[in-house]
T-cell receptor, first 110, second 117 residues
Framework: LAKTTQPISMDSYEGQEVNITCSHN???????ITWYQQFPSQGPRFIIQ???TKVTNEVASLFIPADRKSSTLSLPRVSLSDTAVYYC???????????FGDGTTLTVKP | DAGITQSPRHKVTETGTPVTLRCHQT?????MYWYRQDPGHGLRLIHY???????DKGEVSDGYSVSRSKTEDFLLTLESATSSQTSVYFC????????????????FGPGTRLTVT
């Protein structure tokens, strides 16, 4: 199982762009990279997933370099409601063997 | 929100007693998962299922067993609960959608808070 490493915490201010980087040096060929968001007392919620290069959806962008040993979640213009824990998950689709790290606690300040 | 329910939502039990947690889905998704989450930590996979009667172990499966007799239900059993199994348990579901490049995500239930005294 590919192990992931993320910063424990990050602070930001409303309106700023936030970039959270995840390191996954042992990523396997078939592994996807997925990011989840979790609020207190709730289950995680899917944000974005990618395999290589760049993926963008309505809430975030995911940048993956050519060697795929890291990835960066980019949240544009964060608001107070983006305060949450963000998890980087690396695992093979359909294999049920994805591994969550301890996540990054993002605190957005007014 | 995906149709996933967990029962019970809260449970307090004594050491040595058996406990069964239930996850029920209405999405007809193939894959189901059980995770545990301890305070200040991420989720750790206990067991998962890739179809009816098809299950496999995750990274923290010792002390837990699972069963899936129907697509919609995935049961997690603690045969003899211990205090180290005090945790929040999350069920998740997913359905693979095709080839590389297609989106794949897990949908999580609301969680069950289990306390073993």
């Amino acid at each position: 199982l590919a192990k992931t490493t993320q910063p424990i915490s990050m602070d930001s201010y409303e309106g700023q762009e936030v970039n959270i980087t995840c390191s996954h040096n042992n990523i396997a060929t078939n592994d996807y990279i997925t990011w989840y968001q979790q609020f207190p007392s709730q289950g995680p919620r899917f944000i974005i997933q990618g395999y290589k290069t760049k993926v963008t959806n309505e809430v975030a962008s995911l940048f993956i370099p050519a060697d795929r040993k890291s990835s960066t979640l980019s949240l544009p213009r964060v608001s107070l409601s983006d305060t949450a824990v963000y998890y980087c998950l690396v695992g093979e689709t359909n294999a049920g063997k994805s591994t969550f790290g301890d996540g990054t606690t993002l605190t957005v300040k007014p | 929100d995906a149709g996933i329910t967990q029962s019970p939502r809260h449970k307090v039990t004594e050491t040595g007693t058996p406990v069964t947690l239930r996850c029920h889905q209405t999405e007809n998704h193939r894959y189901m998962y059980w995770y545990r989450q301890d305070p200040g930590h991420g989720l750790r996979l206990i067991h998962y299922s890739y179809g009816v009667k098809d299950t496999d172990k995750g990274e923290v499966s010792d002390g837990y067993s699972v069963s899936r007799s129907k697509t919609e239900d995935f049961l997690l059993t603690l045969e003899s609960a211990t205090s180290s199994q005090t945790s929040v348990y999350f069920c998740a579901i997913s359905e693979s959608i095709g080839n590389r490049g297609d989106s794949y995500e897990q949908y999580f239930g609301p969680g069950t808070r289990l306390t073993v005294t």
